[in-house]
């Protein structure tokens, strides 16, 4: 079983910074696409932010200018670089790691992998 380790986070004033990030526990020969989603109190999950196995990133349009997604590799850990940090960007942070493998018989498998969340508190 893949476990998805992510830190950082905190607390911090609006205008201020802070860092997530995420690592699989272990890397197969695999395709990594890595996506960060968030929820705030009484809000449905939204996507932050996402690199895929190439280095391309996508950003909500709530955080373009703001933040920046960055992977060395795609077996490497994924860094969510958070600025000008407003109260809306308080939530939970989650990581999502897609790999996408080649089966022995030649097909395609795909899982999901889900860290636990860790919070991000922006206060005004």
């Known amino acids: 079983e893949v476990d998805v380790v992510e830190s950082g986070g905190g607390s911090v004033q609006a205008g201020g910074s802070l860092d997530v990030s995420c690592v699989a526990s272990e890397y197969e020969d695999c395709t990594y696409d890595t996506k960060w989603f968030r929820q705030a109190p009484g809000k449905a999950r939204e996507f932050v932010s996402g690199i895929d196995n190439d280095g391309k990133t996508t950003y909500a349009n709530s955080v373009k200018g703001r933040f920046t997604i960055s992977q060395d590799n795609p077996k490497k850990p994924v860094y969510l670089q958070m600025k000008s940090l407003k109260p809306e960007d308080t939530g939970l942070y989650t990581c999502?790691?897609?790999?996408?493998?080649?089966?022995?018989?030649?097909?395609?498998?795909?899982?999901?992998?889900w860290g636990q969340g860790i919070e991000v508190t922006v206060s005004s």
């Open positions: 999502k790691i897609e790999a996408e493998c080649v089966t022995v018989v030649g097909g395609r498998a795909y899982e999901n992998y």
